[in-house]
């Protein structure tokens, strides 16, 4: 942490017009200034690898929390799809119980004019078998 004293000296006479010699009272303010900025630089960069270190260390916990939640996700998901899968099975197969059963045979709809006749044949037969027996 060398001050070159004869640099600054050159520095301020060449570019401000201002003399200066190596015992004046201003270079040793300029040293003090150069050993407290250097302190000041050397504590920022401490606090810098500290929170390098920190933002690395809350980095990875994050990653294994986001991992974590990640996996989560994906068991809660796989789940409710094999939920919905069964679903569906088990309808599908009450479906098929239902096309796979026999269909019972259908009744011819009644119509009304064979009732009619038949009726009236069944009254006529009962009529003329009514005046038989009384004769």
């Not at 003399?19 to 050993?35: G, M």
């Not at 690395?56 to 989560?72: P, Q, Y």
């Amino acid at each position: 942490m060398m001050l070159d004293k004869d640099k600054i000296i050159a520095e301020l006479a060449t570019n401000y017009g201002i003399i200066l010699n190596k015992e004046d009272p201003l270079l040793v303010a300029v040293l003090l200034n150069k050993i407290i900025l250097a302190e000041y630089v050397n504590e920022l960069d401490q606090h810098l690898a500290e929170s390098i270190t920190n933002v690395a260390i809350k980095e990875d916990v994050t990653e294994v929390k986001l991992h974590k939640l990640l996996n989560d996700n994906q068991i809660k998901n796989r789940q409710e799809i094999e939920r919905i899968l069964n679903q569906f099975t088990d309808n599908l197969q009450s479906r098929l119980q239902l096309i796979n059963q026999p269909i019972p045979p259908k009744r011819k709809p009644t119509s009304w004019p064979a009732w009619l006749i038949s009726a009236f044949l069944l009254g006529l037969l009962l009529g003329i078998l009514g005046v038989k027996t009384l004769t």
